[in-house]
């Protein structure tokens, strides 16, 4: 039973949905009288987090076009395939944990082609670090299989020459492969516009009035993709995702993380809430 409600958990980014949610194309607006952020609200938000915190060390090679990506020594160019499993291992755990699982993943079994013939059990060993080993080893497995049978080989560069919509219509085949997982890889694997909705950018969106207090992940992901500008996404995105792992204030948990004592005492973001009701929380959790 237990092992049935982990499952559950992993798979809220994976449930299937409608073509209007998650299809091909990003149309509709879910919230279309909803008129935040607008592009002013984008650019304070983003200028007030960046002078905040700096721009996250761990996104800045994904900043510039794909062939001029630069990576620390001795690091290896991270293919289309690597961005997707390394998003898939990062469902329903830490950062830290995810990045050692895909270390580990990697370190005993080189290419993927030695994790396509290893057997489930000694892959889920290898990830084991990164949570839900069962049902991410299976996810990954069918990854490789599927591509193996479509392609010919376990490779995904051939995304870089498609269109998002096509992108996604070809991720969102993958079992166990959601909005948030293609998002990832589309803004980070393929430098292209898009803005994925983790649980810390969700979790501010609304604290902030970005989208209404009853909104959905997908929901949140399809207005905050219609309003906020292209070349605003990429740098709003990490700086968001960084300022909810590290601000007490706009994450409903706060977990084991040190959060730093001059972010939690200087929170930007409260001179955004446009909620009274959530604004008095944050000004009581002070």
Known sequence: MQKSSKRKQLELDHKPQSESESGTKLTKDPYPTHTRPTREE????????????????????????????QFDDGDAKETVLDGLVKTVLSQNTTEV???????????????????????SKCLENAIRCGGLAPTKASCIKNILNCLLEKKGKLCLEYLRDLSVDE???????????????????????????????????????????????????NKTYLHLNQRIPNELK??????????????RKCTKKVGKQQRKESHEKSCPLLNYCKNSLYEIKLINSI
């Not at 995810?98 to 057997?119: I, N, Q």
Request: aromatic content about 12%; overall charge negative; charged content about 25%.
């Open 97 to 119: 944990n995810s990045l050692r699982a895909f270390d580990s993943l990697k370190s005993a079994f080189p290419t993927w082609e030695d994790v396509l013939a290893a057997e």
């Open 167 to 217: 992108i996604k219509a070809e991720l969102s085949q993958f079992k166990g492969i959601g909005p948030k997982t293609v998002a990832c890889v589309l803004m980070f694997n393929l430098q292209l516009d898009d803005f994925p909705v983790d649980t810390h950018v969700f979790e501010i969106a609304k604290a902030i009035g970005w989208v209404p207090a009853l909104a959905d992940r």
């Open 42 to 69: 984008c650019i304070a938000v983003r200028d007030d987090l960046l002078a905040l915190h700096g721009f996250p060390k761990e996104f800045a090679k994904y900043r510039r076009d794909e062939n001029q990506i």
């Open 234 to 247: 990429f740098d709003l995105n990490c700086l968001l995702y960084t300022h909810g792992k590290l601000c």
